[in-house]
């Protein structure tokens, strides 16, 4: 009995840490697992057995397969068959969402996002709409298409994965589909009628990037004269000279334009210096350093270095290797020649010291670098750019294999002649052989820090079951609410499972709720399979706050949302899910 209790305090202890968000969840994960190991919960041969999941196989996969999707342009050329139908509101942004949803009930939610959050904030501008009224109907759209197929969302894979383990069958591709897709419908429905004009307007559409990110800062050149102190001096001297932030940003010598300036590379009289500061802080560097401005006046980032150089805002994802580093740290300008010109977190431009500043997920930066590779450079770091992509949009043999490849896997996994993870692996081997996509942006597209929260929390899962904790919760759920309403039970299990999921991960939350399913279901001799795909649609319906799912996240910088204000759209839509799902789950699935 002991094990329980010390299982229930390392569960009680990990929701803790993923609702204080100190942590990255992935962190939060192995240390739980660990824990169990140490207290001899786990064995230690058993420890890592997660990884080898084919649940885990299989959104690895997803994740590559998603990247080599997006590089098509296809979605693009998708957008472009529904232009003649955005000039209202209501088919804007039910079109937008509609597009999301499909994508992500094929793709990562995460990936599916990426590709549209580009489009969508730019096609809300072309209509004069506040991208604000877009962006967090677009992140539930991707939430919601994810619960109407087995790839769709890990949730969807780890409840199947783990029907297989108890009754030895998993669900199929398209047994979410009845359900899943009847909400995801109907909710969609709701949020292109009525739910978008619910969301606060935190962005203008005419003054977005202005109101993002207040900057104020002035972007100039200055001229270094042969009398200068600064003559001899090093660039992070210079950057020394006067107590304000400011920054180096570029160096012209000659005829030579460069962003990457070297730390102790000595500045020469004549060099042109692209300073970005304050006014204060810029007239004191010019006053104690007694240099000159190049041009008689500041330059906007935009223009500074010409057609060559341009800027673009991005987005901080969960798997970034950026995350809980500053600029600074990971010596981004000296390594890839980008300049960090602006932060936007949770709505609010961030001011002082912004290459010190350790950065989290969702927070949104403007960066700056050389046009040719400033987007490749993004997508290195892990960053989601929010420009649109120019491309050229239409069919070719690098569009179709990618998608033909893609619906063979479906195939293969839908009519069961292969494992579902055996059938996507095989996917992303052959777009590896056929050149479509290299073996270096394999390892890119996958997110491993969902990898390793996935793989380190499928042990906890199984130790509810073998520490009798999961026959224990669930004796007295059905002690309480009686055995004789499976409908109430379900209604019961549905609503713990969403509120779980509004406020940690949803991968936990199925993790921690599916042994505790099955168990009721067997306590009250019924199939399992009811009780399953209730847990999987809860533990999709991520609604409420920016922390409940990544996409919430993401699109909490750019649509300058506050904390509360997923309630306004959320409540509505959770409510739409338990009174759209309990009956569809009774007809489908119980009778």
Known sequence: MHEIYLLFF?????????????????TVALMSLISLVLLGIIPSEQAFTGFGNP???????????????????????????????????????????????????????????????????????????????????LSFATV?????????????????????????????????????????????????????????????AEKYAVDMYQIQDYTTEIIIPQNSPVVGMERHQLEELIEGDFAVLGLIRGRKKRLVIAPHEELQAGDIVIIQATHDDLSNLISIGRLELAQGDVVSPENLLGEEITTSEAVVTFGSRIV???????????????????????????????????????????????????????????LVPLAERVINVGFSRSTLIPLCLFLLGILLASTQILAIDVSFVLVVILLVVFKLIPMRQVYQSIDWSIIVLLGA?????????????????????????????????????????MTLSDIMNNVATAVIMAPIAVNIAQLMGLSVDPFLMTIAIGASCSFLTPISHQNNTLVMGPGGYKFFDYLWLGIPIELMVLITALPLLYYFWLV
């Open 55 to 137: 649940a885990v196989i299989t959104v690895a996969a997803v994740m590559v397969i998603t990247a080599a999707i997006g590089q098509t342009g296809f979605v693009e050329w998708l957008l472009k068959l529904f232009e003649p139908f955005l000039d209202r509101p209501f088919l804007h942004i039910g079109l937008i969402c509609l597009l999301a949803a499909a994508l992500s009930a094929f793709m990562n939610n995460v990936g599916a996002l990426s590709l549209m959050m580009p489009i969508a904030i730019q096609s809300a501008l072309k209509a004069k709409l506040s991208p604000s009224k877009i962006l967090m109907p």
């Open 324 to 382: 809980g580093h500053s600029w600074q740290q990971l010596r981004i300008r000296s390594k890839l020649g980008v300049n960090l010109l602006a932060i936007a977190r949770s709505g609010k431009a961030l001011k002082n010291r912004l290459n010190h500043v350790n950065l989290n997920p969702g927070d949104v930066v403007l960066v700056q670098g050389f046009a040719e590779y400033l987007r490749e450079n993004i997508i290195s770091l892990g």
């Open 10 to 26: 390392i569960i009680f202890f990990t929701l803790a840490m993923f609702i204080w968000g100190y942590f990255r969840y992935d």
């Open 144 to 204: 919601l298409g994810g619960m109407t197929t087995k790839i769709g969302t890990p949730p969807n894979l780890l409840i199947s994965a783990y029907k297989e383990q108890v009754t030895g069958s998993s669900f199929t591709m398209f047994d979410f589909t009845p359900v899943g897709l009847s909400v995801a419908i109907t909710s969609l429905f709701f949020i292109a009628l009525i739910g978008w004009r619910l969301v606060p307007a935190r962005r203008s």
């Open 457 to 497: 929390l499928i042990p906890l899962g199984n130790a509810l079951i073998s520490t009798g904790a999961a026959k224990l919760i669930g004796e007295t759920v059905v002690m309480v609410a009686g055995a004789s309403s499976p409908l109430l039970i379900l209604g019961i299990l549905l609503l713990v499972t």
